[in-house]
């Protein structure tokens, strides 16, 4: 393995400074900053990922939580604020008022935030949960579009699907209404947000996948079947709510994903407080910095009086705010280094799949053509329609697709609809009207019943 480049900085800071005895104090100092930052997330930095914690946004107006969290975190996850029912109350209506708090919370402190979680079998609304079949699938997907639509941009990565598979040996999907709905309701899911979402990181997120067991690599065989099939899947996280050790391959598990070209995050860290939480949080860390994929960690709340695991003191910071052992474990093991996190451009993830209809001859001067891909399931679907300018700029389009009868768009986005039913027509919005030559745009819609067929018309003016 190379030298972390950490390690390599540190020497050449060295020797400088002993070759120049008049600046050796001043050498000194930027090594000791470069070396070992003093907050969770400038050390975590210094290899190209994050520390992030999950928060609440009933705590913001507490100063010791708020002090914290700026001080020391560089991500942060809504503890419940982007879970469905918090931001679709009633079905159709939409509140985002407290995962927005949040959104506003990380956004300003300069750091990313995660969104939890689009789909989840629990804390999933009480509507939902009267729900089955096309009438539940169709209200799923609506949801991953519509929340994902409006954090489009500021989202560094969705947990798209959380908690899908069992616990126990069979390494198979949990049972839920969502799954009822079909097996594929997760990468409907996908593919729903990063049509929503091109530029978020797609993750798929659950617990007790801490060392290679039966239901760790139930969730390994579905990443490599998504990555093989065009399934956009960028990053699993780990949600890691540990008791009193981990297992010894919990390194290895990390890496045997990484190995499948996605991403891997530590989620929702928390450590059952007892004679080795300090050795625990730091052998978690060390293996995150192992792995060239680990992008980061995030802890599941910030103090011990802030936990969900009530009365377990699971965190780095005590009720009062101090910085407990684990804390200094985690920070060392961060200023230790690894390799450094490959940087990424825009979304890792293949296009989607193949358009089922497409523009056969090259649009004319002046003119404009469209493509429809489809994302289908039983009794529904979403569309993603590319428009592409021919070798004139286009000013403005309209594209026209004919729907089999019986089915009907419920929404569409980035552009907008006449009509519902049989020949609709969509429009460019003000932002994308203006194609140069050559180049393209996306406009998407959602319908019940089958997509359309043919290859839609497109005019330009
Ligand atoms: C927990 C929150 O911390 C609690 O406040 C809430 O009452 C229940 O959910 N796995 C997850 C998290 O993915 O969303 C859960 O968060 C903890 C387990």
New binding site residues.
């Given amino acids: 393995m190379n030298p972390p480049s950490i390690f390599r900085r540190r020497r050449v800071l060295l020797l400088s400074a002993a070759a120049a005895g008049a600046v050796l104090a001043a050498s000194v100092a930027v090594a000791s900053t470069a070396e070992a930052a003093s907050t969770l997330g400038a050390s975590a930095a210094q290899s190209g990922r994050y520390f992030g914690a999950?928060i609440?946004a009933g705590k913001l107006g507490d100063a010791n939580y708020t002090g914290i969290l700026t001080r020391e975190f560089n991500a942060v996850t809504p503890?419940?604020e982007m879970?469905w029912d918090a931001t679709e109350p009633s079905q159709g209506r939409f509140t985002y008022t407290n995962g927005d708090r949040i959104l506003n919370q990380g956004l300003s402190n300069g750091s990313k935030v995660r969104g939890?979680?689009l789909l989840?079998h629990?804390?999933e609304p009480s509507w939902a949960q009267s729900l089955s079949g096309s009438a539940l699938r169709n209200a799923a997907i609506n949801h991953v579009t519509q929340v994902a639509t409006h954090y489009k941009g500021k989202i560094y990565a969705w947990?798209v699907v959380?908690?899908a598979f069992a616990d126990g040996g069979g390494g198979g999907r949990r049972d839920s209404n969502l799954q009822r709905t079909g097996n594929d309701w997760i990468e409907a899911a996908f593919r729903a947000a990063h049509t929503a979402d091109p530029n978020a990181k797609l993750c798929y997120?659950d617990?007790n996948t801490d060392g290679v067991n039966a239901k760790s690599t139930g969730i390994y065989n579905m990443v490599r079947d998504f990555k093989s099939r065009g399934v956009p899947i960028d990053c699993v996280g780990f949600?890691s709510?540990l008791g009193t050790g981990i297992p010894g391959d919990y390194q290895a598990n990390l890496q045997r994903f990484a190995d499948l070209g996605v991403d891997v995050q530590i989620?929702?860290l928390d450590v059952a407080q007892g004679g080795n939480q300090a050795s625990v949080y730091g052998s978690v860390t060390r293996a995150c910095m192992a792995v060239a994929r680990c992008t980061g960690i995030t802890v599941?709340?910030i103090r011990d009086s802030d936990?969900?695991r009530t009365g377990e003191n699971p965190l780095l910071f005590d009720n009062s705010g101090n910085k407990k052992a684990a804390y200094t474990s985690v920070l060392n093991a961060l200023n230790a280094g690894g390799p450094t996190v490959p940087p990424t451009s825009g979304p890792t993830s293949p296009p989607t799949s193949p358009p089922t209809s497409g523009p056969t001859t090259p649009p004319s001067a002046g003119a404009c053509s469209a493509s429809v891909t489809l994302n289908s399931w039983n009794g529904g679907y979403t569309a993603t329609v590319k428009v592409t300018a021919g070798s004139a700029a286009v000013n403005g389009w309209a594209v026209t697709v004919n729907l089999p009868s019986g089915g009907a768009v419920t929404n569409a986005w980035n552009a907008t609809s006449s009509g519902t039913s049989g020949t609709v027509t969509f429009a460019n919005v003000s932002y994308n009207g203006q194609i140069p030559a050559g180049g393209s745009t996306e406009f998407g819609f959602q319908g019940t019943g089958s997509g359309p067929s043919a290859t839609p018309t497109c005019r330009a003016s």
């Fill in positions: 999950a609440a503890e419940n879970k939890h979680a989840w629990n804390q947990d959380n908690e997120n617990y949600q709510h989620t929702e599941w709340g936990s969900w």
